[in-house]
């Protein structure tokens, strides 16, 4: 468990301004999901946190210590599994572990021990492309806290598995994170999936990407997606992103348009 602060990020990519005066503190084990519109730049704020991106201006520090590049205290997990194809699943699992210099045989036996938490032992001898979507992110998931990261970064990892496969990662991402405790930042599109997991939302505005609200969401778990107070806190979710979603789809129709709300054309856009 390790705090992550964000202080003053800005990010541009060229002359496009893409993230304004981050500023959000994560405290040690809280688990924080980041949505927004499109475009907003959700990703590459975690890619900042990761040390993918380096912030314009601004700074993050993870335990106290400035991020300057990737670290072995920080994983990431991506919307594909990006496994390694030509090894079994027991093989992708202590890949980090044998990486960071842990003998072949103590590996083998933590990587069995995950495997087993996410309910895959039995396939520890099979190819990724011999599982389905949802069981290659469960081995994705087993890969990224194999190490026992202090902090686990996760863009958008279950966008593209159906629904009941999503709720089932929901249920697994849960418990591992209560047995676990790492500190999290998630990112989705999906506003349940933020409430359903996370201890706070924040919220994106857009053009450029600035802090709009943090919303704390105060729910026994594990959640269930259709409770009643799950609902009431999407809703409100919601309708913090309105505004936002408004502004893209009105420079989508008129680039040129400004007004209240929308920038001049170049001072933002999509990412």
Do not use: Y
């Not at 087993?116 to 806290?145: D, I, K, N, T």
């Not at 686990?152 to 598995?161: H, R, S, W």
């Not at 053009?207 to 943090?214: D, M, Q, T």
């Amino acid at each position: 468990m390790k705090p992550i602060t964000i202080e003053g990020v800005e990010k541009r990519f060229g002359e496009r301004l893409v993230l304004d005066a981050i500023d959000l503190t994560i405290t040690p084990g809280e688990f924080v999901c980041i949505v927004g519109p499109s475009g907003c730049g959700k990703s590459t704020l975690l890619n900042v946190v990761a040390g993918l991106e380096s912030a314009s201006s601004g700074r993050v520090l993870v335990d106290g210590q400035p991020v300057t590049g990737p670290g072995p205290d920080r994983t990431v997990m991506f919307q594909e599994a990006t496994l390694f194809p030509w090894l079994t699943v027991l093989e992708n699992v202590c890949f980090p572990l044998t990486l960071s210099g842990v003998s072949a045989l103590d590996a083998r036996a933590r990587a069995m021990d995950m495997l087993r938490l996410v309910h895959l032992s039995r396939f520890a001898s099979s190819r990724p492309h011999e599982l389905s979507g949802g069981m290659r992110q469960r081995v994705a998931l087993a890969r990224a806290l194999v190490g026992r990261p202090g902090v686990l970064l996760m863009d958008e990892p279950f966008a593209a598995l159906d629904a009941q496969t999503r709720d089932a990662m929901h249920i697994e991402v849960q418990r591992l994170w209560l047995e676990f405790k790492p500190t999290v930042l998630f990112v989705t599109h999906n506003v349940r999936e933020a409430v359903e997991l996370g201890d706070r939302v924040a919220i994106l505005e857009t053009l450029p990407g600035r802090l709009k609200e943090v919303i704390e969401v105060r729910l026994p778990r594990p959640r269930d997606p259709n409770d009643r107070d799950v609902n009431i806190l999407s809703a409100r979710v919601n309708r913090a992103l309105k505004d936002e979603i408004d502004k893209v789809m009105a420079l989508e129709r008129d680039p040129d348009k400004t007004g209240p709300g929308i920038p001049p054309r170049g001072a933002g856009g999509h990412i």
